[in-house]
């Protein structure tokens, strides 16, 4: 379990946070890297670590008191304030 003060709204916040960094660490990787097949394989593997944090981040819109959906990030369960703890 996370811990409480991560609730979804700020999880997002992280998300955004962390794809903008991913974008900054590709650019540094393409001005950086000399061999086109490490840029390839870098910038490739970056690409599915933003694939799967937006993702994760979009499975965070359907959290929330109204209908207090289970909600999970990389298998770690978030506590949604106003909604009943989770088991």
Known sequence: MLPKSLDPDSLQAIGAAVLVGIVIVAALVMWAVQRMVMRVIVVGLLVGLGVFVWYERDEL???????????????????????AKPE
């Open 61 to 83: 819109r359907d959290c929330g008191p109204p209908s207090c959906n289970e909600c999970k990030v990389a298998t770690f369960d978030v506590h949604v304030p106003g909604c």
